[in-house]
């Protein structure tokens, strides 16, 4: 199929969901590649848009910000400002890096959802869903736990058992619960909009299989796989009160559901960015669309949002779909929930200025087309060995030479030997080899493709040894270091994309300017008598001691979450029944619950025992906000000695289980029972 050809190039990265910082594997999966595209396109001189927001709505944020007793607000404006910082220390140059709580996105979403519901697109459906009658509303599949049918985990959650991975609908749950009231749902009627993917499934194909068969394959052949499986309507809302209302009549307490929202970000985004022709990123058929994302995004952007698109009828398609693999960690995959992970926060304060470092490593190992590993040993390897061995140590000794035999000054290039012609051979194809692997998303390649060219240059110093030459002949030394530092120039322009913090850095020793991505693999780019800067290290070594502190870091986290998931604490000595008759245990309603002044651990409590109420102080207050158990029933200790605790009597003790981490879990009766019921 031959190329075509555009005036212009729109690059959007997947927006990273807001409730939480950002790791190397976004960075690796989605962030670098999409940043070396846009550098080189840029270098080329070509008309770029690079797009870039946080993705701030969805019930696990509004999951979170109850558990911290906040409110969803709180919880993206903190991690949107983490997140940005993050991407902005990487060197990650969007033109733009926006939200989905702004007011061009409520507006520009609610006008997409508005146009397709007054084309007639959706189809509306009515169906049961869960309703927590007492916190009145209907609840999101991760606001019902249950027990799994399959593990008999007694926390599954209703789209997912963490237990055994396997993947759940809340009806499938046994004895479901709200975590809203702790009560138990009942089923409800509610209706909602739903996208008709399954009629666009022969444009799809048509679009996917016969038209971009140069995707990757591993975005290929997940799209085949959905649409061989035939596609099904999907719901576009949602009964939630977090996220930009659904703007129709009789959609009261429902939001657009985030899927739908969040790629509509690209463009209120871009509209933010360019609000007078914005239209010609978005609809001129001559704009080159690319979406870079993570597998798991695949769908989304490839099945989902071109329906979206098509069903408007006046937006461009994505040209490219360059998905990622997953990368894992030490031969584990990164988990968020278990802190298994290199945050980028917290990288740079512990390896600060060593941006590049990470960059070329996670591009070395990229996960292009299947998933792939990083380790902090291969981090040290490809550092030592490879940065600061091939092409710190060319540049320095290049740089170094020129400052001792000819006052840093760019000395005269003289006859050209056959070796140096055949140097000069082996890099004028740079710039076709490095385009033909970055036009493709070859970035891995590519970079690899860069690291030779040091390499020639660190063979040909090492071969003509210009140190030894001095004493004989300046006139050869001369030349091979006009020949070293032209190569150094090229290294400046090649390196740009993957390197930017120690291109910058080279090209000031350099005293260089880059003219651009099409002098790449030319000789003239530094003229005899140039006045070069002061050398300097471009790359440290980085020492043992640094890399066991990290891979102890991991493996401290790995012991602990160890201990949290098989820790049992040991049965104590056995005692009789008589004994254990004399514990007189009930269940009783907590009518108040407060914070105990000046003690940060402890709650008071006053229960509703049946037998005309009671005081009890519990030390659970790191674990539980005061509101979440007003209401509740728990169970307590009804006949323990009253003691003292601040100065406020305390009749009794409520009943909590500790994890192995230390985490305390109030104990509740499954079903409410009348006030000072025995447990027995």
Known sequence: MEAKHFKRTLITSALPYANGPVHIGHLAGVYVPADIYARYLRLKGEDVLFIGGSDEHGVPITIRAKKENVTPQDIVDRFHRIIKKSFEDFGITFDIYSRTTSKTQHETASGFFRTLYDKGVFVEKTSEQYYDGEARQFLADRYITGTCPHCGNENAYGDQC?????????????????????????????????????????????????????????????????????????????????????????????????????????????????????????????????????KDNIVFHCIVFPTMLKAEGSFILPENVPANEFLNLEGDKISTSRNWAVWLHEYLEELPGKQDVLRYVLTANAPETKDNDC????????????????????????????????????????????????????FADVKTNLERLLDTFHFRDAQKEAMNLARIGNKYLADTEPWKLAKTDMTRVATILNISLQIAANLAIAFEPFLPFSMEKLSKMLRFESPGWNWLGGTGLLNAGHQLGTPELLFEKIEDDVIERQVRKLLDTKKANEAAEKQTAPIRETVSFDDFTKLDIRVGTVIECTKVPKADKLLQFKIDDGLGGRTIISGIAKYYNPEELTGKQVCFIANLAPRKLKGIVSEGMILSAENADGNLAVVMPEKNVKPGSEVK
């Open 162 to 294: 963490e237990a055994c991975g396997t993947s759940l609908s809340p009806t499938d749950l046994k004895n479901p619960n709200s975590t809203i009231s702790g009560s138990s749902p009942v089923m409800r009627e509610t209706k909602h909009w739903y996208l008709p993917l399954d009629r666009y499934e022969p444009f799809l194909r048509q679009w996917i299989l016969e038209e971009h068969r140069e995707w990757k394959p591993n975005v290929y052949g997940q799209c085949k796989s959905w649409l061989d499986m035939g596609l099904q309507p999907r719901a576009v809302s949602r009964d939630l009160d977090w996220g930009i209302p659904v703007p129709v009549e009789g959609a009261e307490g429902k939001v657009l559901y985030v899927w739908f929202d969040a790629p509509i970000g690209y463009i209120s985004n871009t509209k933010e960015l360019r609000p007078g022709d914005w239209e010609k990123w978005w609809k001129d058929p001559e704009t080159k669309l690319v979406h870079f994302i993570g």
């Open 375 to 426: 380790t902090w040993k291969d981090f040290q390897a490809r550092n030592n060995n490879e940065l600061v061995a091939i092409l710190g140590n060319f540049v320095n000794r290049a740089l170094v030479l020129t400052g001792k035999y000819f006052e840093n000054k760019v000395p005269e290039c003289d006859e050209l030997t056959g070796y140096d012609e055949e140097t000069l051979r082996e």
